[in-house]
């Protein structure tokens, strides 16, 4: 169905585990073996990973609704990042379509069943895009302005700045009554095939030796997933107290994780799992 996973992975009866997410969960800047999914899979081969780059909570939920196996499965993981919430959501929550998934817990557009249908789709969509890119400069050009003007915006209030100093994260708001909703529709969606949801956080670099109290959206979702009784791994401690934390990015910027980093994500969510030993 496109996403990042074997070809036979759909084949098996009974799925030990479903992972949900962005592009850290599709594996982005790793070869395909070397993304937590697939080192997950090593352990757990009847593992199917549905992330995809951009996915936010309702993207996901859509995800879920759409391509959940009809056997069961295991465990679920909602592998979170910090720009879900600030970022994806309120973009999600503005389409039409993706609300609908929120609205009605039995809407779907059958996609597994219309495969053929989505892949001249896709095709179509990416010749277009494509053409138009090369033959449009002004999309450059907006672009470069757009981002001109989210700089000056962060250096107006200090965002850098501040951030740089530990001084903030994660200080915007984010809809938390439809995030709450849509986690409860995913964890009871888990639920009746038999599974079990885990929410999985995956720690910005910025966030590391920054204080509790100056991380107001961390605090939020945690809180969200202690109300609806959600199992969180929560891998921003583990990584705080290595020698070098930094280490699992590239650069030791932002971004995605490296090798490394990939690596610690899936062992840790193995000892949580119960499958290997801390």
Same mark, same amino acid.
């Given at each position: 169905?496109?996403?990042?996973? %074997? ?12 992972? /949900?997410? =962005? ?8 070869? !395909?073996? =070397? ?29 879920? @609704? ?39 817990? +039995? ?11 989505? =892949? ?43 951030? !740089?100093? *530990?001084? +903030? ?6 809809? @938390?009554?439809?995030? /709450?909703? #849509? ?10 095939? *038999? ?10 670099? @910025? ?10 959206? @961390? ?9 609806? =009784? ?6 921003? %401690? ?11 990015? %590239? ?13 610690? +994500? !899936?062992?840790?969510?193995? #000892? ?7």
């Amino acid at each position: 169905y496109g996403f990042n996973n %074997p070809d036979n992975v759909c084949d098996y009866e009974k799925h030990q585990l479903i992972a /949900l997410g =962005d592009s850290f969960t599709q594996g982005f800047c790793v070869r !395909a073996e =070397d993304n937590f999914v697939a080192l997950i899979r090593e352990k757990l081969p009847r593992t199917i990973n549905l992330g995809v780059g951009s996915n936010g909570p309702l993207a996901s939920l859509a995800v879920l @609704r759409e391509y959940l196996p009809d056997s069961s499965v295991e465990n679920v993981l909602y592998n979170y990042y910090e720009n879900d919430l600030v970022k994806d959501l309120p973009r999600e929550l503005n389409d039409s379509l993706l609300r609908r998934y929120l609205d009605s817990s +039995v809407f779907s557009q059958k996609l597994k069943s219309n495969q053929g249908e989505v =892949d001249d789709l896709l095709i179509a969509v990416h010749k277009s895009e494509f053409s138009y890119l090369q033959s449009s400069i002004s999309i450059k050009n907006e672009k470069i302005w757009n981002r001109l003007r989210y700089s000056a915006k962060r250096v107006f209030f200090l965002s850098n700045l501040r951030e !740089a100093m *530990g001084l +903030v994260f994660g200080e915007s708001v984010f809809p @938390r009554g439809e995030t /709450l909703a #849509i986690f409860r529709e995913m964890r009871e969606l888990v639920k009746s095939n *038999g599974g079990k949801l885990w929410f999985v956080y995956l720690p910005h670099v @910025r966030e590391i030796g920054l204080s509790e109290e100056n991380n107001s959206v @961390r605090r939020e979702i945690l809180s969200i997933m202690e109300e609806l =009784d959600v199992p969180v791994i929560d891998l921003l %401690p583990t990584f705080m107290q290595l020698d070098e934390p930094l280490s699992n990015w %590239p650069f030791k910027r932002p971004g995605h994780f490296n090798e490394l980093g990939y690596r610690r +994500v !899936a062992r840790q969510i193995l #000892i949580r799992l119960g499958i290997e030993k801390d």
